[in-house]
């Protein structure tokens, strides 16, 4: 599956719809009344109703304007990219149980403890607005039994907002955005490389230059058994010297102390012992066969094992996605995963391996931000249709269409603007070419088509439009300087020239 592109777009429509178009004069040269006197009114309204207006909720965004585009663009980068990786696309519902995210994430970590957008349903049932998205796909493909699906492993991939009660003051989003990727049904560690690579690749597609993958291994249930013990026999004697939650932690889940970002740098923490000398032979050579394949997938990585990552379920590959930008903060995790081979069997399936990460897409535009790197995004219409007299706009409306019917951006006029006022709209709207109708022009079955960079104006044919149309957009998009990246991002790297999307 792809998005047609605007060529195809054209063949598309073209291969539909007739391609004349008839102009038929009804009344001749009436002129259509102009100017905006009910604007004054409205404000004034508004302005009167101001005290009334609702905001939205803390700790979200409206995402609009050019904004909003990029966060499109990222969409459709993702969808091109997992699409490549054979991954399906899953939508599971935004709120589900709270058993589902205390039984899945686990009782002891810090998103269900502390986070959780909870409330109870008019049906008096206690409900929780997802915090992540694993717990919900794996329940998922539990309830729809995709375990017994003929073609094994289940690769999924959601892309959707997650929610998290955090404090107003914490300056922390509420609602966030994620991508993230699940395989379930295989323990190979080529997967473990390969879900590793997608969201290296989706850093790499976007032009983000400074980041840095860390992995670790947690090993399997016997090693991190081992590793529990000598965690609780170290940090006891120190215990006192430690933050509340982490003699919480010491009870619950050892491992969870090494999150910590209170002791983070103390000298307890940095001497702390480290998974890697526990790990049992299976479990050691399972993390050598996932290191192969990233060099393999030529992937640049450290080995880091101060990283547990917050949630319960993890076992063997662990991974995150650092962003080396300046003036990123200490927050600087664009996005993790790992292997959880425990987590189908905890909510009551049969015994099935997972591997999965997720992104923060709201802290990727942010990096890219930092970075400076401007997405390709197109910005601009291909042609702005004008005119003054009631005639003309009859015809400006079939010919709008019909020009979008075929694969043209193509805008008009809305509010009654004068002939100036509408080159001053099409400038705004960065109008490549301009449609100058004229009730003279017409009855000669011809349209005056101005090049709105070079200011040349042609007399077309009426039947001809649109080949005019597309020759000359044809030319004027060999380059539009919608990029200026040398490389890195998707229309200049030399490994994705062909990935337009
Ligand atoms: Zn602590």
Known sequence: MKIPTKEEMKTLFRNRKSHSLRYQVK????????????FGGATFLFEE???????KPKGCHDIYGIEAKKWKYIDRLIDEVCTRYGYQPIRTPIFESSELFHRGVGESSDIVTKETYDFIDRGDRKMTLRPEGTAGVVRSYLENKMYGDATQPVKLYYNGTMYRYERPQSGRDRELTQFGVEVLGTDDPMIDAEVISIAVNIYRLVGLK????????????????????????????????????????????????????????????????????????SSKERFEQVKKYLGLLDIDYEVNPKIVRGLDYYDHTVFEVEAMVEGFGSQNVLGAGGRYNHLVETLGGPSTPGMGFAMGLGRLLLALEKEEIKLPIEEGIDAFVMYVSDTEKDYAVTLVQELRMNGFQVETEYTGRSLKAQFKQADRLKSKFLLLLNDEDLKNNEIKIKNNQTKEETLVEIDYVMYYLEEMLEQVEVDDGSCNQEDGCCCHSDEIDDRKI
Do not use: W
Not at 27 to 38: I, L, M, Q, T, Y
Not at 49 to 55: G, L
């Open 210 to 281: 400074g980041i840095k993958v860390n992995i670790n291994s947690l090993g399997d249930q016997e090693s991190r058994n081992q590793y529990r013990k000598a965690l609780v026999e170290y940090f006891t004697p120190h215990i006192d010297e430690m933050c509340e939650d982490c003699k919480v932690r010491l009870e619950k889940n050892p491992l969870r102390i090494l999150d910590c970002k209170v002791d983070c740098d103390t000298e307890i923490m940095k001497n702390a012992p480290i998974i890697l000398d526990y790990l049992n032979e």
């Open 49 to 55: 109703r101001r005290d009334f207006m609702i905001t």
């Open 27 to 38: 009344e001749k040269n009436k002129v259509a009344p102009r100017g905006n006197s009910s």
